[in-house]
């Protein structure tokens, strides 16, 4: 079956085979519902973990024998790293944040952060590289993680500051929404082509074309 990026808390994993990588999509936790993502490098075996975002009985079995070499936490936001401590303690991998938020996540987790990134910086999951964009404004670390196939698309996994509809929630802050929607529009849509996959921390997934045509709406509204 092809890939969809429609998951659900309690049902199977979705999974994307590309030529060189291998994406596995999961939901966790019934009240949030969150999307964690597992990339394995299919030369090396090697692979990175997109936000352990809660229930480490259900990635643990994901990562299975092949070991996990980093978990990237894309925010500081509690949901999106309450299995970071079971899971680095089962697997011993690196931890990666964004740089503002790496002291708070370490104080909300107990864990510390071995790689501190912002923008233009490179994680390796095995042969494949990812590149770090920071988009500021749901929190001020919040990073993306950019992968281009060299057989297709780009794919990019967005953390909470990019949504089919719309940007992350800002909570009233008009400041903070001026900077993520700017950060959005120069640094994604500014830069990456149409038919660019998304990967968000919540929902199901999107193409920044069908988003495109809606950036001014979002400006407008405010949120």
């Known amino acids: 079956m092809s890939y969809t990026g429609e ?28 999307n964690c993502y597992l990339l394995r490098c299919k030369e090396s075996g090697a692979q990175l973990l997109i936000d352990a975002a809660a229930s480490a009985e259900t990635l643990l079995p994901l990562v299975g024998d092949a070991g996990l070499e980093r978990i990237v936490t894309t925010h500081q936001h509690w949901d999106h790293h309450r ?11 690196v931890v990666v944040a964004g740089e503002p938020d ?34 500021t404004g749901h929190t001020p670390g919040s990073i993306c993680l950019l992968y281009r196939d060299p057989s297709g698309h780009p794919h990019l996994f ?6 089919p509809g ?27 082509p149409d038919d660019t996959w998304f990967y ?17 709406e979002w400006r407008a509204r405010g949120w």
């Open 7 to 34: 998951v659900s808390v309690g049902g199977p994993a979705d999974v994307r085979e590309l030529e060189r990588l291998t994406i596995t999509k999961v939901a966790v936790d019934e009240k949030m519902s969150n």
């Open 102 to 135: 790496a002291d708070a996540i370490t104080e909300q987790t107990g864990v510390t952060v071995d790689q501190r990134v912002g923008d233009g910086d490179e994680v390796r999951v095995g042969h494949c590289s990812l590149e770090v964009i920071r988009v």
């Open 200 to 216: 968000p921390g919540h929902g199901n997934d999107s193409q920044l074309g069908a988003e495109r045509p809606h950036l001014a």
């Open 83 to 93: 299995a970071l401590a079971d899971v680095v303690a089962r697997t011993k991998a």
């Open 158 to 163: 967005t953390g909470d500051s990019l949504f």
């Open 166 to 192: 719309g940007v992350g929630n800002t909570f009233g802050d008009a400041d903070a929404f001026a900077t993520l929607i700017d950060d959005v529009e120069t640094k994604l849509f500014g830069t990456l």
